[in-house]
C-alpha cells in the first residue's frame, strides 16, 4: 500500500489539527508517553534515568518519531515531575514500572498547608529536566517534529499532594476549601507550562485527573472547567486536556474551555465523542493501551484506528500512556494505518 | 549490533524486561513465518557490551532445556515438529532467560519428585504426541498427584488434556517434545506460584490513573 502524498511536516501537521485548520493526512500524536523498555534499550536510556537525565529524556522521546513514526515527540513520560518539585515522596522503581507519587504520604492536610516557592520549584532538577529535553529536542528536530511538553492541573496534583481518597472526601464535605486548594495550586500549572512553552514546546497535555470512575460530570463543571478555561487563557500554546475513563458526560463542558484538543480514552466511543463535543474542541485518541496495544496485535491496533479515523477524529494515538512492555509492531501500527487508510480515501 | 527491523523480526512471543543475568536489558522471543515452518528468533535492541553473547546463551538454553532446533542463525530456533507451540515457546524462553549461566544446561528427565507429598511423578511417552502422568510411592489412601500435575501440564503449555480417567496430556502436532515435558513437569507442581508470577509480570509497567494508586 503506498501512502498518500503528505505536503507537511509532522510539526505543521499537528499545529494544524490542534488548530482546527486542514490537513494533509491525520497526524498521529501521542499526548502522553509511547516510551517503552524496547525503545529504552535501543537508545540506551533506560528509566528511572530517563526520567531525570535530560539528554536520556530527550533521546527516549525522540524514538516515538524517529522509529515509531509518530508526528509528535513527548518527554515527560511520567505524571510526577511537578509533584517532585513540589516535595512529593517519589517511588522511583526500576526500569520496566513507572515512578509514583507516594499518596499515602500526603505533604499537605489543609488548604492553609499549600506553600510553595515557585521559582525553587521551577528550578528544581525534576523540572529542568523537563524544560531542558525540550530545549534537546527542539534543538535536534527543528520544525520538522511537533515537541509535546506535559504540566499537570490542580486536580491532580490535589490527588498528589493531600492522597486521593482526603481529596475527594473534602470535595464532598467542603467545596469552598476545595476550590480554595485548586486555586493555590494553579499556578504551578500555568508557571511550569509557560516554561516549557518558552523552552521550545508547540503544545502541552494537560493531565486533570477528574476521572470517569471518581469524579462525576457535573463536579467536572462546578471545580474545573473554569480554572481550565484560564489556563486556556494563560498558556500560551495549544492545550490538550487529558482526562482518562468513561468521560463523555463531561465531554460538552471540556468543549467550552478553549482547550485545544481532549485527549480521551477507550472507554469512549469515537462517534457518540465527536458528538458530544461538537467540534468545539479537537479529540485525540483513543486505542485502547491495556488490551488492545499491549496484549493483542497489529490487525486489531488497526481497527481502532479506522474507527477513530472514520469518526473524524482530528489526531489518533493511544489513549494514555503505554504499557512499557507495549509491542513495538502495535506502536507502529498506528502511523502505518492512518497512512494506508489516507491513501485509500485518495485512490477512491 | 545491527537493529533488526520488525518485518525480519515477526511477531513478538514474549518479552522479559529486565534480564539480571546482563546488565537489566530486555530480551524478546520473536516468532515469523519461514520455508519450513515458524522460525523463533531470541532478540535484544540493546547495544550494550556482550549482548550478542547473551542472547547466544538463552538460544542454546531454549535448544537444550526445551528442545528447539537451532538454525543456521544462531539466534533462531524452530520446533522439531514443524509447527508452533506458542504457550510453551513462551514458557521455555521465560525459562531459558532465567536459568543461571553459570549452571550447566541439561535437558530435565521425564521423572521428578513431587514437591509437596513423597510421591514420585513419571511421564510417560504414549507416542503421537501424548504423555502420561504416573504417581508412584503413594501412602495408604494418599490420593495420586497425577491428575492435577496432567492438568498443570496442560495449563502451562496450553496441551490437549484427554477427558478419560487416564492423566494423559498431547501436543496438538501429534509430535514428541520430551524435553519440553521435562521442563513442564517441574513446574507444573506448583502451578499457583507460576501464575502469581504470571500475574506480577503483566501488571508491572502499566501506569494506572492516579485515582487507582496508592
Known sequence: MTSAQETMTSRERVLAALNGDPVDRTPVVNPTSIATVELMDMVDAPFPDANREPELMARLAECGHTELGFDSVMPVFSIIQDSSALGCKIQWEQKDNWPTVKMTEPIYDSADDIEYDIEALLAHPDTQCVTEAIRILRDRLGDDVAVIGKTMGPWSLAYHTFGVEPFLLLSLDDPEKTKEVLQRLKRITIDFGVMQVEAGADALTLPDHATGDLVSGEYYHRYLEELHQEFAEAIPAPLILHICGRTVDRMPYIANTGMAAFHYDSKNDPAESMEAVGGRIRLVGNVNNPETLFARGPEEVRAEVIQNLEAGVQMVGPECACPLQTPLENLRAIPETVREWHAIQESE | ?214
Open chain 2, 1 to 214: 549490533m545491527r537493529r533488526q527491523s520488525r518485518t525480519e523480526l515477526g511477531r513478538r512471543v514474549e518479552l522479559v524486561s529486565m534480564d539480571r543475568h546482563h546488565e537489566d536489558i530486555s530480551v524478546g522471543l520473536y516468532v515469523r513465518d519461514g520455508e519450513r515452518g515458524p522460525v523463533a528468533t531470541v532478540h535484544s535492541y540493546s547495544g550494550r557490551p556482550g549482548v550478542h553473547e547473551r542472547l547466544e546463551f538463552i538460544a542454546r538454553a531454549l535448544s537444550e532445556l526445551g528442545g528447539l532446533e537451532r538454525l543456521d542463525d544462531p539466534l533462531e530456533l524452530r520446533f522439531a515438529c514443524g509447527g508452533w507451540h506458542a504457550t510453551a515457546a513462551k514458557r521455555l524462553f521465560l525459562e531459558a532467560c532465567k536459568h543461571d549461566p553459570a549452571t550447566p544446561l541439561e535437558q530435565r528427565p521425564l521423572e521428578a519428585p513431587d514437591a509437596r507429598t513423597e510421591q514420585q511423578i513419571v511421564v510417560e511417552p504414549l507416542g503421537d504426541g501424548a504423555y502420561e502422568v504416573h504417581a508412584r510411592g503413594m501412602s495408604d489412601g494418599e490420593a495420586s498427584r497425577a491428575p492435577a500435575i496432567a492438568k498443570g501440564m496442560a495449563k502451562l503449555a496450553q496441551l490437549e488434556a484427554d477427558e478419560g480417567e487416564r492423566p494423559v496430556v498431547r501436543f496438538a502436532c501429534g509430535q514428541s517434545h520430551d524435553p519440553l515435558v521435562g521442563l513442564l513437569l517441574g513446574r507444573a507442581q506448583n502451578l499457583r506460584a507460576v501464575m502469581r508470577e504470571e500475574e506480577m509480570k503483566a501488571s508491572r509497567g502499566v501506569l494506572a490513573a492516579p485515582s487507582a494508586q496508592e
